[in-house]
């Protein structure tokens, strides 16, 4: 892409951008009004959720992509590597919630809305927008090892976290439901299912690389 924006690439910026920090901002003020915790507590746990994270990173990603391509950080989020490990994650983000924490309640209202928005909507406009803008051709598979920092740095926390105050944002990872060997084995679940998808991302850009070349 190295900052160079066709009208359509830059609609899909601005679907995601508009609706990534509509329904972050929406989940953290449903959180706050219906909160049973200190407010300090309550914004600490919003930041613990994966789905948070990553949506953020798609939010923020694209509002630089949009004002300041040219910034350090514009260049970083532009980088075909980058956008593919936000790709993998967001991929994992609308999987979990949609194959095993979708039937564990039935959000009503607004809830619904935001919902729909992080696990749903945005993560198929992601893909979209990986498919169709983001150059092919640059991937490699040595690529996947750097793509698992994030998620393994962020299991890494949530349980030292949850050790020291009890809470897990995720039932899977709930080691005081679970114990550390299931929630171990979870894990291991969701990384071989995150390195699948990683090799399937390089595999397509590999191919769709060859074709433009």
């Not at 924490?101 to 919902?115: H, T, Y």
């Not at 640059?138 to 750097?146: A, F, T, V």
């Not at 998620?151 to 926390?157: E, H, S």
């Not at 949530?158 to 944002?169: Q, V």
């Amino acid at each position: 892409m190295e900052n160079q924006f066709s009208p359509a690439a830059r609609i899909y910026l601005i679907l995601l951008a508009v609706a990534g920090w509509f329904a972050l901002i929406g989940q953290f003020y449903l959180i706050i009004i219906s909160r049973q915790e200190s407010v300090a507590e309550i914004i600490i746990r919003y930041f613990t959720f994966f789905t948070i994270l990553t949506n953020l990173l798609i939010a923020v990603g694209s509002t630089v992509l949009l004002l300041a391509p040219a910034s350090s950080l514009g260049k970083f989020f532009s980088k075909t590597t980058t956008l593919t490990a936000i790709a993998v994650n967001i991929i994992i983000v609308g999987a979990t919630y949609n194959i095993i924490l979708r039937a564990l309640w039935n959000p009503q209202g607004m809830q619904r809305l935001v919902d729909e928005l992080l696990h749903l909507v945005i993560p198929v406009l992601f893909i979209i927008f990986w498919l169709i803008f983001v150059p092919k051709g640059r991937l490699k598979w040595g690529n996947i090892p750097l793509w698992t920092v994030y998620p393994v740095a962020y299991l890494a926390l949530i349980l030292i976290r949850g050790a020291i105050s009890g809470y897990y944002p995720y039932p899977f990872v709930d080691v005081a439901k679970l114990g550390y060997p299931q929630v171990l084995l979870n894990s291991c679940g969701v990384a071989v299912a995150f390195i699948l998808i990683a090799m399937v991302f390089v595999a397509i850009d590999k191919l769709m690389g060859k074709r433009t070349a």
